[in-house]
């Protein structure tokens, strides 16, 4: 049987607490969630500390996680082999639409952006590489949903948080969007997570035909969705970007 390291697995549940929404903490609350003493957590997170993992405010004595850890993620997502096989595709997918261009795949009933392409003229507040967006209000992510059945009956089990006054948080009015977005093999959102932008979105598929990630152009809402349907030429190439980054995974080029 394999021997569990009890303060690791309590190092751990630190980072996963400062990770969950990327503000700093007190001491004393992460001590009432992990439901340990405060000399116990003050001990991780000086030792955390050290190793450069955790930093802490000189001012408000909050707890953050630090640039050490950062680095250690950035070199994972710069490891993955989505990202390495998406590079290419992401960069000209940009150059043909003059939009922004991410890359996402699941990640803790989130998206994880793995890589990111600004617009020439991008002026607009924009998710870095490693932070995660909802599934249920992104095109990416509901991209990711309509070809995930479980995650997507998961996901509509929980409350499905409003990001602007355009996002869709009944499960009944999601399903039929998701269904509707396996059959055409394209996703959108128009205001659902920031309201001045809109999104499209295909699915990227591996060698085992599973969908492993999904790429998509965002932009100002009237470039990206003039009209009640985006223009079939931006719709085209992010389908064709995704078609290519799949073909470098080994999955089929439906």
């Not at 100002?220 to 931006?234: C, F, H, K, V």
Request: proline residues 6%.
């Amino acid at each position: 049987m394999a021997v569990q390291i009890q303060s690791i697995e309590r190092a751990a549940a630190v980072l996963r607490l400062l990770t969950a929404d990327s503000r700093p903490r007190a001491l004393a609350e992460l001590a009432v969630e992990l439901q340990l003493a405060k000399g116990t957590v003050y001990g991780i997170l000086r030792t955390l500390q050290t190793v450069g993992f955790v930093e802490q405010d000189t001012e408000s004595r909050k707890y953050q996680l630090g640039a050490a850890l950062l680095h250690i993620g950035s070199s994972y997502l710069n490891g993955s082999e989505l990202r390495r096989r998406a590079i290419g595709g992401a960069r000209t997918l940009a150059t043909q639409t003059g939009e922004s261009v991410r890359i996402g795949t699941v990640h803790e009933n989130s998206v994880l952006i793995v890589h990111h392409v600004p617009s020439p003229d991008e002026r607009l507040p924009t998710p870095e590489v490693g932070s995660v967006m909802p599934l249920h209000a992104t095109a990416l992510g509901k991209a990711l949903l309509a070809y995930h059945p479980g995650l997507a009956a998961a996901a509509q089990r929980h409350a499905m948080a409003s990001c602007t006054a355009a996002t869709i948080t009944d499960p009944d009015c999601l399903s039929p969007q998701l269904e509707q977005i396996s059959e055409r093999g394209w996703a959108s959102d128009v205001g659902e997570f920031l309201p001045w932008i809109a999104s499209i979105a295909a699915p990227i598929q591996d060698r085992s035909d599973c969908v492993v990630g999904a790429i998509a152009i965002s932009g100002q809402t009237a470039r990206i969705y003039p009209d009640r349907s985006p223009p079939a030429a931006l719709v085209d190439n992010v389908m064709e970007a995704a078609h290519g980054i799949s073909r470098e995974l080994g999955g089929r080029s439906w």
